[in-house]
């Protein structure tokens, strides 16, 4: 099957520092080449991800993210490419948008990696009668009936790209980005009464990321709880096999959170509130718990020597793994294809 990705043009694939959508695409992709799949993807020109790339974007325009036109000439060019694929798979906004208006013979697919919220619902209640499309949590796909949702296929990783790590740091550690919905501030509620250090890396681009920064976090750092600000991929990978835990206090529809599975990867058990889709990533008493709120969330942290960071990785290798996805993915294009 010829497969033809196309990415959003903000972030390059990989990611080097934050971005989920681009860590997944750039793992579909490698997924689906090792599955002997003729894939190219269309991408910026910075971007890294070993399957064969196109691009129009010299460079990913992060600074100018969701401004129309760096993405409608990003889109526009990979429609310019449709030829000689058998479908499309785009993770874009507009890419959609304009298949639905077009009269294609491919069929192109996309992927919500988002929440529903009202804007995104009144976009895909109009693409869906055209476009398939894809959830990536049971959590996101039932948290609407106003748009039809035609698989929910979870995240997947390679356990062997991440080091497994004996949590010899003795620490706790926050990923994501600044915002009371991730929940810096409640890990470091959690992480000063249990008495550990805490390690924080969080996205904080935006003027309210800065903002909830400035007053719900910057207050408490100190030797036991420390930023060390949106880290390199590398660095991420040090801190999550060094950490006793991680810690995700979200207080929303979380989509997925790959941070969940990046942690597993390394052998360290996650601390999740059940919310959103983390009572689909977490096997509570296995691969960390689900808790709550934050006085759970406290005794879990004293619990955590019962969990087994060998079965935290097997997570990964087995239910999350990069091949599973990739497969799941092919027998969904197959279906659509043959709807076609």
């Not at 793992?27 to 196109?54: A, F, W, Y």
């Not at 990046?262 to 096997?283: H, N, R, Y």
Request: one cysteine or more.
């Amino acid at each position: 099957m010829r497969i033809l990705m196309v990415a959003p043009p903000w972030t390059p694939i990989p990611p080097p520092l934050y971005g989920g959508i681009e860590l997944v695409v750039d793992q579909l992709c490698r997924g689906l080449m090792d599955l002997g799949e003729e894939i190219e993807l269309v991408t910026t020109g910075d971007s890294t991800c070993s399957v064969p790339k196109r691009w129009l974007l010299e460079k990913a325009e992060g600074m100018r993210i969701g401004m129309a036109v760096p993405e409608l000439r990003h889109i526009l060019f990979a429609r310019e490419q449709f030829s000689g694929f058998d479908i499309v798979h785009d993770h874009s906004v507009a890419g959609p948008v304009l298949a639905s208006l077009a009269k294609d013979d491919i069929p192109v697919v996309t992927t919500i990696h988002g929440p529903f919220n009202d804007e995104l619902i009144d976009i895909y209640r109009q693409t869906t009668r055209k476009v398939p499309l894809i959830a990536i949590s049971h959590s996101q796909a039932n948290s609407t009936d106003q748009v039809e949702v035609s698989a929910v296929i979870h995240h997947g990783l390679n356990a062997n790209d991440f080091p497994f790590g004996s949590g010899s740091g003795d620490y706790l550690v926050f990923l994501g980005r600044m915002s009371p919905d991730k929940g810096a501030h409640r890990a470091i509620e959690v992480a000063k009464t249990t008495g550990d250090k805490l390690i924080i890396a969080a996205k904080m681009r935006e003027p309210w990321e800065i903002d909830y920064f400035e007053e719900f976090v910057k207050p408490h750092l100190g030797d036991d709880i420390i930023y060390e600000g949106e880290v390199p991929h590398e660095r991420k990978l040090e801190i999550l096999a060094g950490a006793k835990a991680t810690l995700f206090p979200i207080r929303w529809n979380e989509p997925f959170g790959m941070v969940m599975l990046e942690s597993l990867a390394c052998g360290t058990p996650v601390i999740a509130f059940k919310e959103g889709a983390a009572p689909e990533v977490i096997t509570d008493g296995v691969s960390g718990y689900l808790v709550d709120g934050i006085e759970e969330m406290i005794d879990a942290v004293g619990n955590i020597s019962n969990i087994d960071r060998e079965k935290c990785r097997s997570e990964v290798k087995g239910r999350f793994s990069t091949e599973n996805m990739a497969k799941a993915h092919l027998d969904f294009y197959r279906k659509i294809i043959d709807q076609k």
